[in-house]
């Protein structure tokens, strides 16, 4: 299994813009779709993109499509999700996900993955 590290929450207002990064280790990141759910307070942790091991296939929640952007570096290990026109209701403690695949497919749901990382609290503010 990959072991996953996220980097690049924090606070911003709405509107505005964040860029979160998480790093695999290990030498079969490229076997695995990945995958970015949230959770916000009181709520179920929800899908927000994910991409197929390839990055030739990606979807995206419909709260996030047209704002947010997955990619990912199999060279580098690393899979991204950049943010923008951020709204208060993206409020949440966002979490990379890793699941092995033995096809280029896009996985939805949490039970599909089984790595995640520690998560990063992402906060928006009206």
């Known amino acids: 299994q990959v072991q996953l590290v996220e980097s690049g929450g924090g606070l911003v207002q709405a509107g505005g813009s964040l860029r979160l990064s998480c790093a695999a280790s290990?030498?079969?990141?490229?076997?695995?779709?990945m995958g970015w759910f949230r959770q916000a307070p009181g709520k179920e942790r929800e899908f927000v993109a994910g991409?197929?091991?390839?990055?030739?296939?990606?979807y995206y929640a419909d709260s996030v499509k047209g704002r947010f952007t997955i990619s990912r570096d199999n060279a580098k290990n690393t899979v991204h999700l950049q943010m923008n026109s951020l709204k208060p209701e993206d409020t949440a403690v966002h979490y990379c996900a890793a699941g092995i695949v033995k096809t280029d497919s896009v996985y939805t749901k949490p039970d599909e993955y089984n790595c995640w990382g520690q998560g990063n609290q992402v906060t928006v503010n009206s």
């Open positions: 290990g030498r079969t990141f490229s076997s695995y779709a």
């Open positions: 991409i197929s091991r390839s990055g030739g296939k990606i």
